[in-house]
């Protein structure tokens, strides 16, 4: 799949944003005034920032409200509705905090569940499709929701969690990588399977069906190469997870050394999705004779 930067930092900022908003609404830190807003802001910009690049990938920006119309049928459209609902409860508890100092309890829980859920709903958006069996298995929700967990806890100033949670996520990512590595050569999907010519025997392909490039190739074809793959694994989980979750287990540092691990988490993040959508191959690629 072509990995578009519009959707790298949609699927990347929202779920940070979202992971610190779910630490909040759990009273962790528990904090008022001026330090209150500090960290709801970082939470909003980085969620509402996340959704507005998503619709930098549309073909037709200012029809993004039509994404609210087909809740019943489209995870993207349930997105929609549970980050507005999401984003609207925790603007409630957030006023609670910075204004009043009162911290709404059962706001509070209700905002963090509606974070998480919307965190889920956009992997289902990728989890859903049979037609990318890298996608298509219980690991990517999996994978989402813990890096938006721990990128959260990173962010929220709990660094004896985000330690743990970090190291979790690295490992998860890991088997991730092993089990989608072979899972579409397990689905079993053929240039004869794409075409329909397998009751004629072995198919291969004479001239390729377009002479130029068109929608398909350009959106659901992109190779990778091997090398190159696996350098920028080795990179995302550095810097993803094991630097900054064995230098907060190792020793707790202070202010400025807890920013450098979230900048190193930050740039493995944006490493690792790059990876989700450049690795996921599409069965369409069969049809042209490029997987």
């Known amino acids: 799949m072509h990995p578009a930067p519009s959707v790298i930092l949609f699927t990347a900022l929202s779920g940070l944003g979202f992971g610190l908003l779910t630490w909040l609404g759990l009273g962790m830190p528990d904090v008022t ?9 970082i939470g909003f910009a980085l969620s509402g920032g996340g959704l507005i690049a998503s619709t930098f990938h549309l073909g037709n920006p200012q029809r993004a409200i039509k994404a609210f119309t087909q809740w019943r049928t489209s995870w993207l459209s349930r997105e929609a509705w549970l980050s507005l609902a999401a984003l609207t409860v925790m603007g409630i508890y957030a006023v609670g905090q910075i204004f009043f100092g009162e911290r709404l309890v059962l706001v509070g829980y209700v905002g963090a569940s509606l974070s998480l859920i919307t965190v889920f709903s956009t992997s289902m958006i990728y989890t859903q499709l049979k037609t990318v069996p890298r996608w298509n298995h219980p690991t990517t929700p999996m994978m989402f929701l813990m890096l938006s967990v721990s990128g959260g806890a990173l962010l929220a100033n709990q660094m004896d969690k985000a330690a ?35 009751h004629m025997g072995k198919a291969r392909q004479f001239e390729p069906p377009h002479t130029g490039t068109n929608y398909l190739l350009d959106e659901f074809v992109y190779v990778v190469g091997r090398k190159h793959s696996r350098n920028l694994r080795v990179i995302a989980l550095l810097c993803m997870s094991i630097i900054p979750g064995l230098g907060l287990l190792l020793m707790p540092p202070p202010h400025n050394a807890a920013l450098v691990f979230i900048v190193l988490h930050i740039a493995g993040l944006f490493a690792s999705r790059w990876l989700f959508f450049a690795e996921a191959e599409h069965v369409v690629g069969l049809y042209y004779d490029k997987r």
């Open 33 to 41: 005034g001026t330090v209150a807003f500090v960290f709801y802001f």
């Open 164 to 198: 743990l949670l970090l190291l979790v996520s690295g490992a998860l990512q890991v088997l991730t990588w092993h089990l989608g590595d072979g899972r579409f050569a397990q689905r079993g999907s053929t240039l004869e399977s794409a075409t329909g010519l397998g």
